[in-house]
């Protein structure tokens, strides 16, 4: 029975693998840009952690896949991201998930190619474990360098910020 309600999926399933399916864009390259090993300094609360992060293009270079590794309050953190862009939406879209919560934070926005800043929202977890609306601020003033900032509903200023530093 299984196999035949495989089969049928499968040929329910074929004009879809017929279209075309979706190649990278202009801003997939910009993604791509990130690949590579980075440091990071996350500060917080007047302490300050350090870390890093893998970036790498995956899944036919649809997705910039992030895995960050730091130490947080005397604790080991661990971050997975997934970003792309949309070109339904016309906006970049990105999930986190990490090892401090069960709830991915999803979140969307755009990239400001003159200010070389990528704003993004959406809403997921906030320190309490309770939903909140979320706002970062990427800034990339060189391929090199990234300052991310973190804010929590209409906060003014970041609730956390990190200073990505790609690694030599």
Request: hydrophobic share 40%; charged share 30%; aromatic share 10%.
């Amino acid at each position: 029975m299984r196999t035949v309600a495989f089969i049928v999926g499968v040929v329910l399933a074929l004009p879809a693998v017929a279209q075309e399916q979706p190649k990278p864009g202009p801003e997939h390259k910009l993604l791509e840009k990130l690949v590579g090993d980075w440091e990071t300094t996350l500060k917080v609360g007047g302490m300050e952690f350090k870390g890093t992060v893998k970036y790498k293009m995956e899944l036919k270079g649809l997705w910039l896949v992030s895995s960050m590794k730091s130490d947080f309050a005397g604790q080991k953190f661990y971050g997975k991201g997934l970003d792309t862009y949309d070109a339904k939406k016309k906006k970049f879209v990105s999930i986190w998930v990490d090892s401090m919560s069960t709830t991915p934070l999803m979140m969307e926005g755009n990239f400001d190619e003159a200010k070389k800043k990528l704003t993004m929202v959406g809403e997921g977890p906030g320190m309490d474990g309770k939903p909140i609306k979320w706002r970062s601020v990427s800034e990339m003033p060189d391929n090199d360098t990234i300052h991310f900032g973190m804010y929590a509903g209409s906060a003014k200023e970041p609730t956390f910020t990190i200073v990505y530093k790609r690694k030599k």
